[in-house]
C-alpha cells in the first residue's frame, strides 16, 4: 500500500470517530437536536460559500435534489441524533459506535432485498446474525434491566444502523438503476446538509427552544464537528473512493468501535470491560464472514 494512502487512511478513521467524542464534548451545552441544526447550519452556509466562489451554486430540479435530501435526512439527521441521544442518556461513545458499526453489515445483507439482482448469500445472513450478537454480548453486560432510561438509551442507537442503512440502500439503487444525473459530490453534500438542516429545525426550536451555553468548549467541539469531521472526513473519504476499491473503503468503518474505544478511554477514562472485546471479537467475526460474499457469489 502506497504511503499517501496510508495517511489518508489513518486520518480518515481518526478523524470520523473523533466524531463521538467532538458529541460527548459539545452535549453538555446544549441538547442533541439543536447540536445537530447547529452543526448543519454551518455546513450548510460553508458549503453554500465554497460554490458561490466556485460559481457552481445552483437549484437543480427536485428528480435529482430530493433522493439526496432524502439520503441526507436518514444518514446525517436521523444516525447523527440517535447517536446524541444516546450518548446523552449516558451510553459510552464506543459502545454507540460498535452498535452503529451494524450499519454495513445491515447494508450489505439487505442490498438484495432492495437492489435486484444482489442477492445476499448466507455468509452475508450469518454474518449480520453473528454481528448483532456481537452488540447484544456487550450491551447485555452493561445495561441496567431495572432501569427504563438504560434500556431505553441503548436501544437508540438502532435508529442510526435503520436511518444509514436506509440512506445507504437508496444510494446503491440509484447508483444501479441510473434513473438520474449523478450530482457532483459538492452539491450532493450541500442538498443532504440543506435537508439535514430543515428537517432538525423543528425539533430543536420546540423540543429544546433552541437552548445553547455559547461556551468556549462548545464553540470549539462545534467547529472540530463541522470543519474536521463533517467536511475533512467527508472529503478524505471520496479521496480513498477513487484510490481503492469500494468494499476496502467500507471495511474502515469496521474499525469504528475499537478506536471509539481508545479515544474515549484517552478523553474520559471509559473504562473498557472483557464482555466488550468478547462483543467487538463476536462483531469482527461476522465482519469476516460478510466479506467472503465476494469468493462465494
Known sequence: ?????????????????????????????????????????????VIVLYLLLRQRFRWVSWNLAAPHMLIGILAHGLWLTCVLLALDYQVPAGIVALIVALQPLATGALSGVVVG??????????????????VVI????????????????????LGSVIGMTGASLIQRRMEVE????????????????????????????????????????????????????????????????????????????????????????LAFGDKIQ???MVGLAVVFMGVYLSQLKAKNP
Open 117 to 134: 439482482g444482489e442477492q445476499a448469500n448466507w455468509y452475508q445472513w450469518l454474518g449480520l446474525v453473528l454481528g448483532f450478537l456481537g
Open 178 to 265: 441510473k434513473r438520474s444525473k449523478k450530482l457532483p459530490v459538492d452539491l450532493a453534500l450541500f442538498y443532504q446538509s440543506l435537508a439535514t438542516t430543515l428537517a432538525l429545525v423543528l425539533p430543536a426550536i420546540f423540543i429544546e427552544k433552541l437552548a445553547t451555553q455559547w461556551e468556549a468548549e462548545f464553540i470549539y467541539a462545534m467547529i472540530w464537528l463541522t470543519l474536521a469531521v463533517s467536511l475533512g472526513a467527508y472529503v478524505l473519504l471520496w479521496l480513498l473512493i477513487e484510490r481503492i476499491e469500494a468494499t476496502r473503503v467500507a471495511s474502515l468503518f469496521y474499525l469504528g468501535p475499537p478506536v471509539t474505544m481508545f479515544m474515549a478511554w
Open 138 to 157: 456487550t450491551v447485555a453486560f452493561r445495561i441496567d434491566f431495572g432501569s427504563y432510561s438504560s434500556i431505553f438509551g441503548y436501544l437508540i442507537p
Open 274 to 276: 472483557p464482555m466488550d
Open 1 to 45: 500500500m502506497k504511503r499517501t494512502t496510508l495517511i489518508l487512511i489513518t486520518g480518515f478513521v481518526l478523524l470520523w470517530n473523533s466524531g463521538f467524542i467532538g458529541a460527548v464534548y459539545g452535549l453538555p451545552y446544549t441538547g442533541p437536536f439543536t447540536l445537530v441544526f447547529w452543526r448543519y447550519l454551518a455546513l450548510t452556509l
